[in-house]
């Protein structure tokens, strides 16, 4: 059974970091394309960052330059980088794995980006 647990969220002032962490079990890890989304309050999902099984990367235009999105398939985990945080980054982060018509969530992780 798949089993996404994201990590990493937190409270972070304005122009600072996290590095979140997306740990898979339960999927052939290496074969999926994987992606963060977030949900701000009141605001829908949107796909933040997308990583093929080779590596390719995708982003979205409002954190591309900031944000950086890895995957290690011998830990089975993605990660993503986010520097030079805005308030505006406040939002519940999800990491999705996806492979043909598969495609599995993870609970989602905080993160609040306040002064």
């Known amino acids: 059974q798949a089993h996404l647990v994201e990590s990493g969220g937190g409270l972070v002032q304005p122009g600072g970091s996290l590095r979140l962490s997306c740990a898979a079990s339960?999927?052939?890890?290496?074969?999926?394309?994987m992606a963060w989304y977030r949900q701000a309050p009141g605001k829908q999902r949107e796909l933040v960052a997308t990583?093929?099984?080779?590596?390719?990367?995708n982003y979205a235009n409002s954190v591309k330059g900031r944000f950086s999105i890895s995957r290690d398939n011998a830990k089975n985990t993605v990660y993503l980088q986010m520097n030079s945080l805005k308030p505006d980054d406040t939002a519940v982060y999800y990491c999705?794995?996806?492979?043909?018509?598969?495609?599995?969530w993870g609970q989602g992780t905080q993160v609040t980006v306040s002064s």
């Open positions: 990583i093929t099984s080779d590596s390719s990367t």
């Open positions: 999705k794995a996806v492979f043909v018509g598969l495609n599995y």
């Open positions: 339960g999927i052939s890890f290496s074969i999926y394309v």
